[in-house]
């Protein structure tokens, strides 16, 4: 059989390759589709009439575009306020995340650890049973950390799923033989850390750092209950107030021109505004990271 006769032969038994291609990009477009319309759809919504949404006329484009929503929410000078100490929050909790990660998933993936397997099933343990909210809250308040930065972050230091997919990553990703060469020549387990593994694990160092970011970027529940008072909330709490404070009543509708109407559309903008100004900064940051993510995701995720 010669090789035309092949080809012609393989043709008929399956898809051609451009065929293939046209599939898989459709379907990676429905995909995606799903994926980011909705965030879109909150784009759009965000700058229209919220009685033309309800009604469904900004299916893809904005309806009487009005930046009336934003303008309402950065008129609250609390706005600043709640950046500043997200951001603060965001970076101090994912370096304190992060490096509680290392020192902690590192070692469990060294195989002559003592006592591996009984620190191992005690993390675990701790994915499935906890105290819950009370106990926790009595211990933050006996340990001093009320009022303080540290009830976001030491309560919580080591996220057990994630640590898991970093011990996976150090077991079949990091050549053993080059941390066994290193051991040879004179280092430190310290300095096989530092200048091996940590270089070595920068993809899944990127998915940690993402990981983190994001929960304590949307983090507002942990804030409510262990900083009383708004000068140490975060953005999300502070949008959480300013809603709040801009629903429908009584004494708020008697100084808006349109009484109650009027008002309930400004809370319906304000509620659209404050889901893209919170979530605005982790989609810049995103892309950054993108492809550090998906390597370290799935190196942290399969074991091999």
Do not use: H
């Amino acid at each position: 059989m010669n090789a035309k006769t092949k080809s012609k032969s393989n043709n008929t038994t399956g898809f051609s390759e451009r065929t293939s291609d046209i599939i898989l990009v459709a379907i990676c477009a429905a995909a995606l589709f799903i994926v980011a319309y909705p965030l879109y759809y909150i784009l759009i919504a965000s700058v229209s009439n919220p009685y033309d949404v309800y009604a469904g006329k900004t299916f893809l484009f904005p309806s009487q575009f009005t930046l009336d929503g934003y303008k309402a929410v950065f008129a609250d000078s609390r706005i600043v306020t709640g950046y500043i100490n997200s951001i603060k929050y965001t970076v101090v909790g994912t370096v304190f995340s992060v490096l509680m990660l290392y020192l902690s998933a590192y070692p469990l993936s060294v195989k002559d650890l003592p006592g591996r397997k009984f620190l191992s099933i005690f993390f675990i343990f701790t994915m499935y049973f906890g105290g819950g909210l009370v106990p926790t809250y009595l211990v933050v308040k006996d340990t001093g950390l009320m009022n303080s930065m540290w009830a976001l972050f030491l309560p919580g230091g080591v996220g057990v799923g994630n640590m898991i997919i970093m011990r996976n990553f150090f077991e079949n990703s990091i050549p053993k033989e080059m941390i066994e060469a290193a051991g040879i020549d004179g280092a430190s387990k310290w300095t096989t850390f530092y200048k091996i593994v940590v270089p070595l694990s920068r993809s899944i160092m990127a998915v940690m750092v993402v990981f983190s970011m994001v929960a304590y970027w949307n983090d507002w529940f942990t804030a409510l209950i262990y900083l009383p008072g708004e000068e140490k909330a975060p953005l999300p709490l502070i949008l959480r107030n300013i809603l709040i404070k801009s629903s429908a009543s009584a004494s708020q509708a008697s100084t808006i021109s349109g009484g109650y109407a009027e008002l309930n559309k400004l809370t319906e903008m304000i509620k659209f505004s404050s889901i893209i100004v919170a979530a605005a900064p982790m989609l810049a940051i995103y892309p950054f990271v993108q492809k550090y993510f998906e390597k370290g995701f799935m190196a942290g995720a399969v074991k091999g």
